[in-house]
Every structure is written in C-alpha cells, then in structure tokens.
Nanobody, 126 residues
C-alpha cells in the first residue's frame, strides 16, 4: 500500500528555518515525481516545489525561490524541504505528494498528484 508521511513541522520565529521530511512507502522512487504543496486557512492549495524522480530537476514557486530547497534520497525513499528565512506568510499545512513519472510535468497542479500525505503544520510567528 502506497503511503506518504510528513514530519518536521512546528512553530518557528520569522527568519528561522525548518526541514520537512516525507517518508514514502510502497513506491519505487526511480519512477515517482515528488512535490510539496501548502494550504493556508481560507486559501487554495498551492504548489511549493517539485523534484524529478532522479533529483536532477527541480521547480519552485516564485514566493519561495532562494529560500526553500527540495531534495530527495532515493535510497531512503525520502524527500526533504529545507525552509530558510521563513516569513509569516509561509504559515500553512504542508503536504507531500507523489505522481508516477520522471519530470515535474503536472506541477503545480494538485489534481495531477494521486498520492498525498496527511500534512504537517508550519507556523511562522513571533
């Protein structure tokens, strides 16, 4: 059974950092594209970042470029999102998502991802 489990969320002050992890099971990492989405209260779910199955290609939302870094360790079947210089507007529930393929072709459209984690809360506040 395919499963995605996020961890690493929490409360952090503006300017701080967090690293989110997404542990995948039931997936063959070489054949799955992974992405991070987020959803703030009252807002639509938005794409944050995507990484190709090999890890060689990445994509980012303009709002997080230069601050967030996505990476993956296929040997551990885990995807990471390093978030630096966090801002209050980064506050949201962050979701890990997966879709079969090699490149971030459907990102940032959430409907293109059939597999989702349960989400982890990130709150940026002083």
């Amino acid at each position: 059974q395919s499963q995605l489990v996020e961890s690493g969320g929490g409360l952090v002050q503006p300017g701080g950092s967090l690293r989110l992890s997404c542990a995948a099971s039931g997936f063959t990492p070489d054949y799955y594209v992974m992405a991070w989405f987020r959803q703030a209260p009252g807002k639509e779910r938005e794409g944050v970042s995507c990484i190709s199955s090999s890890g060689e290609s990445t994509d980012y939302a303009d709002s997080v470029k230069g601050r967030f870094t996505i990476s993956r360790d296929n040997a551990k079947n885990t995807v990471y999102l390093q978030m630096n210089s966090l801002k209050p507007e980064d506050t949201a529930v962050y979701y890990c998502a997966a879709e079969s393929g090699f490149l971030c072709s459907v990102y940032p459209f959430a409907d293109g991802y059939p597999y989702w984690g349960q989400g982890t809360q990130v709150t940026v506040s002083s």
